[in-house]
């Protein structure tokens, strides 16, 4: 977990899904932390539960009374928000899913009329470095 600073949001990610299921690692964004590990726990346990974790898969069983949308993470992305699971991999690339919650409404943040927390909260890590507008989440890049 990496908590939220005077830099911009917080985000947590998980470190073994692969290693012990074969798939891909999960990472949250913007999320209060107690939040963000109950949601990559709920994604866990699903999976060894055997519900596999899959590329545009909307999924309502991570935050109550909301689906969320899981994206393909850009290899671009990996060193800058995933150095810990490179460490303990000790090679890239490994696949990783960005868990994407919507507003209060439903809406995703591609979606028009969306929050701006919902998309400001949130990299769009399924956009290669480049692409992703420029914000909190690229000021380092």
Not at 5 to 27: C, F, K, N
Not at 119 to 128: A, E, G, I, K, N
Request: proline share 9%; aromatic share 12%.
């Amino acid at each position: 977990m990496v908590p939220a600073d005077d830099q911009g949001p917080g985000w947590a990610y998980t470190i073994g899904l692969w290693h012990s299921y074969r798939m891909p690692e999960v990472a949250i964004f913007g999320l209060e932390m107690a939040m963000s590990h109950e949601c990559l726990n709920n994604l866990g346990a699903a999976t060894r539960d055997g519900t596999p974790l899959e590329v545009e898969q909307a999924r309502a069983d991570v935050i109550e009374r909301y689906a969320v949308q899981l994206k393909l993470v850009s290899q671009g992305w990996h060193r800058a928000f995933f150095g810990q699971t490179i460490d303990f991999y000790r090679r890239t690339p490994i696949p990783f899913l960005q868990v994407v919650w919507p507003d209060r409404h439903g809406r995703f943040p591609w979606e028009p009329h969306s929050d701006e927390q919902v998309r400001t909260f949130q990299p769009q890590l399924w956009q290669s470095p480049k692409d992703h507008p420029v914000g909190v989440w690229t000021q380092d890049l």
